[in-house]
């Protein structure tokens, strides 16, 4: 946790939707329909320099001279889906612990003293597909930190105190993990979409936690962190040729090696629709998810996808803002998307939240537009809207040198072409009101929805069960097994 | 051997020159309306911000009428007199922008981040609504459940969300800032189509008003536009009215318990007075706060999260207003280990130790890397320029005071520290709160 918390508490408060009005035009202004703009300038991307270095480790580059920082990623085929069945959260602990529990030389603390010294920082995680180890200096301190974040890729310690702080932070969360009820809905809805018994899906509890060992963690590194498993990327203030000489001279002589990393575990979701109701008395408001599995980055129905999913419910101009929030005055927050993953399937997601008693009225708000998004073609208007919006914000994707790279680089480590994304951008142009349609009754499930509810249901104003069976939620957080030690656990 | 020394000092100075954040090439113009112009061009990416900052935040608002510069920020979305319903948002998604605006205790702003070609569009668009809001019951109504929504998803839900909203009004004894800009629920439920009527007519005028843009484009070319679309609209008839209220000085440490709800694990607030924006003691101040809490060798997370283990979070810093600020240390108990006593007694020793010791030249040092790294990455975007350069002109009234901001945290010594420390953080002008979950 860091300082921003405090601040964020007393954070101004945001935005809102627009309304009708008919009045006169104003004399000094001109309608803006009148207004005139030059066409927007070609979009320049900047080429990275890539090679690879004898031992396997791809290494790609990226100078940029407009601020006087250098920063750069390790990202090592990985994941949590590697996670063992009884040893969830082994991955995400050795992301941590890979950081925080030092180099060789150097125990966490000492590098967090050294590095702030530079305002530098070296930091590790490993998410669901991926590992990375990532730094970012200003330019002057370039070689001190690299030699440091080389030790970290190469060669991290595992110190035990340090698996003990993470082990006790990470069953401190699974003690808070109710506390938010927004935090409910969105994992219990990703749970049972994904399936519990999936690593898509599963829950990390108590006795996973106390079961992992610092030999697991640095089994666990060993096994993923090595050159040929590791794709290397620095952009920056830097000279290409200096750059290169650097890395070769860093990483040239790690020579470890182990068997290629086999495919993520296969994903097989089965559908769970149903109404589901997380009890929460003390709050005033239902916390809600709907939807059901999505599809795949490069699912040729993909980009139609997009656009459907934006014209629900993406941003203020959607349908469903529109409905639930300018004209219902329902919600200050929903929104839908067709979520779609580079290998295994994201979600199709509507969430929001709204006062206790309009919690079943809104819900069946949102099934009612997705009713009329299957039933009738979308208008031109808001189909150009929707392509323009992906259109004309190319710029932002490539307005940075860590986006550009970024991208790059994650297109070729889940093996999408490089060009994908002027793939997905023609798509876009294509995309057609029929498409919409057709696309919109195929994939969008209304009787398939999974519904999940986090709230206060004796102030809901109509019952849930109005919606469908309710299947109650068990949120309760299983005590750890008698060997386990520490606070023990409780429920809710 | 002196000469190695001074040649080691004169190259870090020059290292030091060169990672620096760019300075900016600032223009200011003000129309005869008293609307401020201020023009940053860099045409290194595609992508321009522009920004209009209204001087007039939730202090500003009287008695009984808490929330309502946030509920009018939320009525400017809600149509003008050439854009109807959502269309403000639909122009700025079409040219494939951003576009948001927020309100604080001091100020409310309007942004989006555009590709260049449509800044015109997006200036006529800030100045359409400046002109002619819509403002009638059965808009505000609407706009008031979903502002209610928003109180209770951001503050009556969440862990803690009720802290900040407590703590403010036991912290000012009767300046403004004591309450959020959220408001209250029973404030809101009062708010008329004549009230947002009048704060309309008395705070979004142009003589309240500042447009900033950075980035991609032509300075004369926007200066016309500013001329032709905000320089028609009428100056207000009367002054802008501005808070005259003073804090009075503290005299004794106030200390009190607070039963929240929601709050899952017990949490602990020393909070002080400090000046508000502008007041050279505050460079100084920061530094103490960012060697108390910022990262996680700092003091208070080496003491409190990693030794003693009385915490799972310790955090300190300022919160810089307008008007009388805070300085502020934060705790939430690891009940594991520690109680909120302990949390106390860790950030009082922080506290001690600081006063009474001061701090070394390497965490000066280190606290001013820190800074100029922050000020660096501030500058990364054409939106965090036009945040420094708006805050700036309306806040300090000082347009180019981000190109001399990092000289100033540079200048800061061990002893301003020590001298600042002991000036503020004194128990006398102490306000300390301990924040239990309500009992359910």
Same mark, same amino acid.
């Given at each position: 946790?860091?300082?921003r918390?405090?601040?964020?508490?007393?954070?101004?408060?945001?935005i809102?939707?627009?309304?009708q009005a008919?009045?006169?035009?104003?004399?000094?202004?001109?309608?803006?329909?009148?207004l005139?703009?030059?066409?927007?300038?070609?979009?320049?991307?900047?080429?990275?320099?890539?090679?690879?270095?004898?031992?396997?480790?791809?290494?790609?580059l990226l100078?940029?001279?407009?601020?006087?920082?250098?920063?750069?990623?390790?990202?090592?085929?990985?994941?949590?889906?590697f996670?063992?069945?009884?040893?969830?959260?082994?991955?995400?602990?050795?992301?941590?612990?890979l950081?925080?529990?030092?180099?060789?030389?150097?125990?966490g603390?000492?590098?967090?003293?050294?590095l702030?010294?530079?305002?530098?920082s070296v930091?590790?995680?490993?998410?669901?597909s991926?590992?990375?180890?990532?730094?970012?200096?200003?330019?002057?301190?370039?070689g001190?930190v690299?030699a440091?974040?080389?030790?970290?890729?190469?060669?991290?310690e595992f110190r035990?105190?340090k698996?003990? =702080?993470?082990?006790?932070?990470?069953?401190?969360g699974?003690?808070?993990r /109710?506390?938010?009820?927004s %935090?409910?809905? $969105? &994992?219990?809805?990703?749970?049972?979409?994904?399936g519990?018994?999936?690593?898509?899906?599963?829950?990390?509890?108590?006795?996973h936690?106390?079961?992992?060992e610092?030999?697991?963690l640095?089994?666990?590194?060993?096994?993923?962190?090595f050159?040929?498993?590791?794709?290397l990327?620095?952009?920056?203030?830097?000279?290409s040729?200096e750059?290169?000489?650097?890395?070769?001279?860093?990483?040239?002589?790690?020579?470890?090696?182990?068997?290629?990393?086999?495919?993520?575990?296969?994903?097989?979701?089965?559908?769970?629709?149903?109404?589901?109701?997380?009890?929460?008395?003390?709050v005033?408001?239902?916390?809600f998810?709907?939807g059901?599995?999505?599809g795949? =980055?490069?699912?040729?129905?993909?980009?139609?996808?997009q656009?459907?999913? /934006?014209?629900?419910?993406? %941003?203020?101009t $959607? &349908?469903?803002?529109r409905?639930?929030?300018?004209e219902?005055?329902?919600?200050?927050?929903i929104?839908a998307?067709w979520?779609?993953g580079?290998?295994?399937?994201?979600?199709?997601?509507?969430?929001?939240s709204?006062?206790?008693?309009?919690?079943v009225?809104t819900?069946?708000?949102?099934q009612?537009?997705?009713?009329?998004?299957?039933?009738?073609?979308?208008?031109a208007?808001?189909?150009?809207?929707a392509?323009?919006?992906?259109?004309?914000?190319?710029v932002?994707?490539?307005?940075?040198p860590a986006?550009?790279?970024?991208?790059?680089?994650?297109?070729?480590?889940?093996?999408?072409?490089?060009?994908?994304?002027?793939q997905?951008?023609?798509?876009?142009?294509?995309?057609?009101?029929?498409?919409v349609?057709?696309?919109?009754?195929?994939?969008?499930?209304?009787?398939?929805?999974?519904?999940?509810?986090?709230?206060n249901?004796?102030e809901?104003?109509a019952?849930?069960?109005?919606?469908?069976?309710v299947q109650?939620?068990?949120?309760?957080?299983?005590?750890?097994?008698?060997?386990?030690?520490?606070?023990?656990?409780?429920?809710? | 051997?002196?000469?190695?020394i001074l040649f080691?000092?004169?190259?870090a100075?020059l290292?030091?020159?060169?990672?620096?954040?760019?300075?900016?090439?600032?223009?200011?113009?003000?129309?005869?309306?008293g609307?401020?112009?201020?023009l940053?061009?860099d045409?290194?990416?595609?992508v321009v911000?522009?920004?209009?900052?209204?001087h007039?935040?939730?202090?500003?608002e009287?008695?009984?009428?808490?929330?309502?510069?946030?509920?009018?920020?939320?009525?400017?979305?809600?149509?003008?007199r050439?854009?109807?319903?959502?269309?403000?948002?639909?122009?700025?998604?079409?040219a494939g922008?951003n576009?948001?605006?927020?309100t604080?205790?001091d100020?409310?702003?309007?942004?989006?981040?555009i590709?260049?070609?449509?800044?015109?569009?997006?200036?006529?668009a800030?100045?359409?609504?400046?002109?002619s809001?819509?403002?009638n019951k059965e808009?505000?109504?609407?706009e008031?459940?979903?502002?209610?929504?928003?109180?209770?998803m951001?503050?009556?839900n969440?862990?803690?969300?009720?802290?900040?909203e407590?703590?403010?009004?036991?912290?000012?004894?009767?300046?403004?800032?004591?309450?959020?800009?959220?408001?209250?629920?029973?404030?809101?439920?009062?708010?008329?189509?004549?009230d947002?009527?009048?704060?309309?007519d008395t705070?979004y005028?142009?003589?309240?008003?500042?447009?900033?843009?950075?980035?991609?484009f032509?300075?004369?070319?926007?200066?016309?536009w500013?001329?032709?679309?905000?320089?028609?609209i009428?100056?207000s008839?009367?002054?802008?009215?501005r808070?005259t209220?003073?804090?009075p000085?503290?005299?004794?440490?106030?200390?009190?318990?607070?039963?929240?709800?929601?709050?899952?694990i017990?949490a602990?607030?020393k909070?002080?007075?400090?000046?508000?924006?502008?007041?050279?003691?505050?460079?100084?101040l920061?530094?103490?706060?960012?060697?108390?809490?910022?990262?996680q060798?700092?003091?208070?997370?080496?003491?409190?999260?990693?030794?003693?283990q009385?915490?799972?979070?310790?955090?300190?810093?300022?919160?810089?207003?307008?008007?009388p600020?805070?300085?502020?240390?934060?705790g939430?108990v690891n009940?594991?280990?520690?109680?909120?006593?302990?949390?106390?007694?860790?950030?009082?020793?922080a506290v001690?130790?600081?006063?009474?010791?001061?701090?070394?030249?390497?965490e000066?040092?280190?606290?001013?890397?820190?800074?100029?790294?922050t000020?660096?990455?501030?500058?990364?975007?054409?939106?965090g320029?036009?945040?420094?350069i708006?805050?700036?002109?309306?806040?300090?009234?000082?347009?180019?005071?981000?190109?001399?901001?990092?000289?100033k945290?540079?200048?800061?010594?061990?002893?301003?520290?020590?001298?600042?420390a002991?000036?503020?953080?004194?128990q006398?002008?102490?306000t300390?709160?301990?924040f239990?979950?309500?009992?359910?």
């Amino acid at each position: 946790m860091n300082r921003r918390w405090f601040l964020a508490m007393a954070a101004g408060a945001g935005i809102a939707a627009a309304q009708q009005a008919t009045l006169p035009t104003i004399p000094h202004l001109p309608d803006y329909r009148t207004l005139k703009f030059p066409a927007l300038k070609a979009v320049q991307i900047p080429k990275p320099e890539s090679f690879t270095l004898p031992n396997g480790m791809k290494v790609f580059l990226l100078e940029n001279h407009e601020l006087p920082l250098v920063s750069g990623f390790a990202l090592a085929r990985t994941g949590n889906l590697f996670d063992p069945p009884a040893k969830r959260g082994l991955a995400d602990l050795t992301g941590t612990v890979l950081r925080t529990g030092g180099t060789k030389t150097l125990s966490g603390d000492q590098v967090d003293e050294t590095l702030e010294n530079m305002a530098a920082s070296v930091e590790s995680n490993i998410g669901e597909s991926r590992g990375t180890v990532s730094f970012s200096c200003l330019a002057e301190n370039t070689g001190d930190v690299m030699a440091i974040f080389r030790d970290f890729v190469t060669s991290a310690e595992f110190r035990q105190d340090k698996v003990d =702080l993470a082990r006790m932070q990470l069953r401190s969360g699974i003690a808070r993990r /109710n506390d938010d009820p927004s %935090g409910i809905a $969105s &994992r219990e809805f990703t749970n049972i979409l994904y399936g519990r018994d999936s690593p898509y899906g599963w829950e990390i509890e108590y006795e996973h936690v106390d079961r992992i060992e610092r030999k697991d963690l640095v089994e666990f590194y060993r096994r993923y962190f090595f050159p040929s498993n590791i794709m290397l990327a620095v952009y920056g203030d830097f000279s290409s040729a200096e750059m290169r000489a650097r890395i070769e001279k860093l990483f040239g002589g790690w020579d470890y090696q182990q068997a290629p990393v086999p495919p993520f575990p296969a994903f097989s979701a089965k559908p769970a629709p149903g109404v589901y109701l997380g009890d929460r008395s003390d709050v005033n408001q239902t916390f809600f998810e709907i939807g059901h599995i999505g599809g795949l =980055l490069n699912d040729k129905d993909y980009p139609a996808l997009q656009v459907a999913g /934006n014209i629900l419910g993406s %941003g203020f101009t $959607s &349908r469903l803002m529109r409905r639930v929030r300018t004209e219902l005055g329902y919600a200050y927050n929903i929104g839908a998307s067709w979520g779609a993953g580079y290998l295994s399937p994201g979600l199709f997601e509507i969430s929001g939240s709204t006062k206790s008693k309009t919690t079943v009225e809104t819900i069946r708000t949102v099934q009612q537009e997705l009713e009329k998004l299957r039933a009738t073609e979308v208008t031109a208007e808001e189909l150009q809207t929707a392509k323009d919006a992906v259109e004309n914000s190319f710029v932002f994707f490539f307005d940075t040198p860590a986006r550009t790279l970024n991208r790059l680089v994650l297109y070729q480590y889940y093996g999408y072409p490089a060009d994908f994304i002027f793939q997905y951008q023609k798509a876009i142009g294509q995309v057609t009101r029929a498409d919409v349609l057709r696309v919109a009754r195929k994939y969008l499930r209304p009787e398939n929805l999974t519904i999940v509810a986090v709230g206060n249901p004796k102030e809901f104003g109509a019952p849930l069960s109005a919606l469908g069976r309710v299947q109650p939620l068990d949120l309760t957080i299983p005590e750890a097994p008698a060997r386990a030690t520490g606070e023990g656990a409780k429920s809710q | 051997m002196r000469y190695p020394i001074l040649f080691a000092a004169v190259a870090a100075c020059l290292c030091l020159a060169q990672d620096k954040p760019q300075i900016l090439d600032i223009k200011t113009s003000k129309l005869p309306n008293g609307l401020e112009l201020v023009l940053s061009e860099d045409h290194s990416r595609p992508v321009v911000n522009l920004q209009v900052w209204y001087h007039v935040g939730s202090k500003d608002e009287r008695a009984g009428r808490t929330g309502f510069a946030h509920l009018f920020e939320h009525m400017m979305f809600r149509g003008s007199r050439n854009l109807g319903p959502e269309e403000h948002f639909r122009l700025v998604n079409r040219a494939g922008g951003n576009v948001n605006a927020y309100t604080t205790f001091d100020q409310t702003v309007y942004w989006e981040t555009i590709p260049p070609n449509y800044l015109e569009q997006m200036m006529w668009a800030e100045s359409d609504r400046m002109s002619s809001l819509v403002i009638n019951k059965e808009i505000l109504d609407k706009e008031r459940e979903v502002v209610k929504e928003e109180r209770r998803m951001r503050y009556d839900n969440p862990p803690y969300g009720l802290l900040m909203e407590r703590l403010l009004d036991n912290f000012y004894q009767v300046y403004p800032y004591k309450h959020m800009p959220i408001g209250s629920m029973d404030d809101l439920n009062k708010a008329s189509a004549a009230d947002v009527q009048q704060f309309f007519d008395t705070f979004y005028v142009p003589n309240n008003a500042t447009v900033v843009v950075v980035g991609d484009f032509d300075s004369k070319q926007a200066a016309a536009w500013a001329a032709k679309y905000f320089g028609p609209i009428p100056r207000s008839k009367n002054p802008v009215p501005r808070v005259t209220v003073k804090e009075p000085a503290q005299a004794a440490l106030r200390s009190l318990d607070a039963a929240l709800p929601n709050a899952p694990i017990p949490a602990v607030a020393k909070t002080y007075h400090i000046p508000g924006a502008g007041d050279p003691d505050l460079y100084a101040l920061e530094i103490a706060s960012t060697i108390l809490s910022s990262g996680q060798s700092s003091r208070l997370y080496r003491k409190l999260v990693y030794q003693d283990q009385t915490a799972v979070a310790a955090e300190g810093g300022t919160m810089n207003f307008e008007g009388p600020s805070m300085f502020y240390l934060f705790g939430i108990v690891n009940q594991a280990k520690g109680d909120a006593k302990a949390v106390e007694k860790g950030l009082q020793d922080a506290v001690n130790e600081l006063n009474a010791e001061g701090v070394s030249a390497e965490e000066l040092e280190k606290a001013k890397s820190q800074t100029l790294r922050t000020l660096i990455l501030k500058s990364q975007t054409m939106q965090g320029r036009g945040d420094s350069i708006g805050y700036g002109a309306v806040i300090l009234n000082d347009p180019r005071r981000v190109n001399s901001e990092l000289e100033k945290y540079q200048k800061v010594t061990a002893a301003d520290v020590l001298r600042v420390a002991k000036k503020y953080l004194a128990q006398s002008n102490e306000t300390r709160m301990i924040f239990t979950g309500e009992k359910k």
